[in-house]
């Protein structure tokens, strides 16, 4: 079974991005993200309502990176600390040498090719440095740009699960993207 250990965090560049560990010092943009209901039309959780909330998700990212069950990083461009998004594996399976990736930007910054970017590599950090077999990608069937940047990135749609979910009084369904590492 796989084993993940984020320390000491790595710390990823691509030619345009540097992605690097969220901080405190980035509450005001964790809430500008997560408080928008644009960037979080697709993701079934709560708004977060004040830079209170923004530093509870900051603290529960540094928990997962601490205890090795989830990663995360600051998406931002070489030269400019300021977080413009935040991608990261979630509902890791070492078990099955298996995780999920999951990602938010800027609605600034949207159409310019970072997201894109910033999956590649992590899909190379995934493969190469945390030795998995597939990473997946669950998204709402109607997130055109999110599946657009997953086939882009060479993912395949393995399901489409019907009402999976319940959120806000309603069921919603999921899609799940997946690569394997060939």
Not at 34 to 45: D, G, Y
Not at 71 to 79: F, S
Not at 96 to 108: C, F, T, V
Request: aromatic share 10%.
């Amino acid at each position: 079974m796989l084993e993940f250990n984020f320390n000491p965090f790595p710390v990823i560049e691509t030619e345009r991005l540097l992605l690097r560990r969220i901080t405190n010092d980035d509450v005001n943009e964790v809430f500008e993200l997560r408080s928008n209901p644009e960037t979080m039309k697709f993701i079934p959780r709560p708004l977060v309502k004040d830079n209170e909330d923004a530093l509870l998700h900051i603290a529960m990212i540094e928990e997962k990176i601490e205890t090795n069950i989830g990663i995360n990083w600051a998406i931002t461009l070489k030269g400019n600390p300021k977080l413009l998004g935040i991608i990261g594996y979630y509902r890791m399976q070492p078990e099955n040498y298996r995780a999920e990736i999951g990602y938010m930007l800027s609605p600034d910054f949207h159409g310019k090719g970072i997201i894109p970017e910033a999956v590649n590599v992590l899909l190379k950090y995934g493969f190469e440095n945390l030795k998995l077999h597939s990473i997946e990608a669950v998204i709402d069937p109607e997130n055109y740009a999110s599946e657009k940047v997953l086939q882009k990135c060479g993912f395949v749609k393995e399901a489409h699960l019907r009402e999976a979910e319940f959120w806000e009084g309603k069921f919603l369904d999921k899609v799940i993207y997946s690569l394997l590492n060939n």
